[in-house]
């Protein structure tokens, strides 16, 4: 387990992911009869649903367990401050979800074949709310962010990196579950999560909880 995720990334990972179960699963829960807001611009009604992206939506998943393995094992410090960036953002995109709620409308999937069959899932498991910003977008950038800042990462890595964060924002609306002005919002809050995190040395929260919790172990 030490060589996948080192000791000292596994309060900061399981804080972040703690935090982003919080934000997307719970809030949602009280928010369930509040107003929500469709954000469509008319250029939205134009895109087409092209349902085999939704592979590229779903693979979205993978990457983040591989871009945050990458960030959390290049260094303490990038550890820290993207983990503490993370929860930061998230906490944001809470505030977005509880005083602007948003909904789309989505289409009624037509045929049999795989990818119109992952698509229906997908609707059936995720409802068209909590979209703005997308957490989905801003996974994907924040890896691809970060690995430009790690130091281990191949170059190839990193523009494989970003042609698949591309991918991966294209899939959201081309798969209808998100709407076009949710994916800048997403880079903008990722982006000035990290931000506040740099200034205000948030990443040296989880340097004083680790060395109390675990002293010299780590």
């Excluded at 919080?22 to 649903?49: E, G, K, M, N, Q």
């Excluded at 550890?79 to 289409?107: D, H, N, W």
């Amino acid at each position: 387990m030490s060589k996948l995720v080192p000791k000292y990334a596994r309060l900061p990972l399981l804080t972040a992911l703690a935090i982003n179960c919080f934000v997307y699963f719970v809030l949602r829960l009280f928010l369930r009869d509040a107003a929500h807001y469709d954000l469509s611009l008319p250029i939205d009604s134009a895109i087409p649903l092209v349902p085999p992206f939704i592979l590229i939506y779903i693979l979205a998943y993978p990457q983040w367990v591989l871009g945050y393995m990458i960030i959390c094992r290049d260094s303490e410090e990038l550890c820290y401050r993207v983990m503490a960036g993370e929860i930061i953002s998230k906490l944001i995109c809470g505030l977005f979800f509880i005083f602007l709620p948003t909904t789309m409308s989505q289409p009624e999937v037509v045929g049999d074949g795989i990818f119109e069959k992952l698509t229906r899932l997908i609707y059936s498991l995720d409802a068209p709310d909590n979209l703005f910003p997308s957490i989905h977008c801003a996974e994907s950038w924040l890896c691809f962010r970060c690995a430009l800042e790690a130091k281990k990462p191949s170059v190839a890595y990193k523009w494989g990196s970003l042609v698949f964060t591309l991918l991966v924002f294209a899939s959201t609306v081309l798969v209808k579950q998100h709407v076009l002005v949710d994916i800048p919002a997403a880079v903008i809050v990722a982006e000035l999560g990290q931000y506040i995190s740099r200034r205000a040395g948030a990443g040296r929260c989880f340097e004083k909880l680790n060395n109390g919790i675990f002293g010299d172990s780590l």
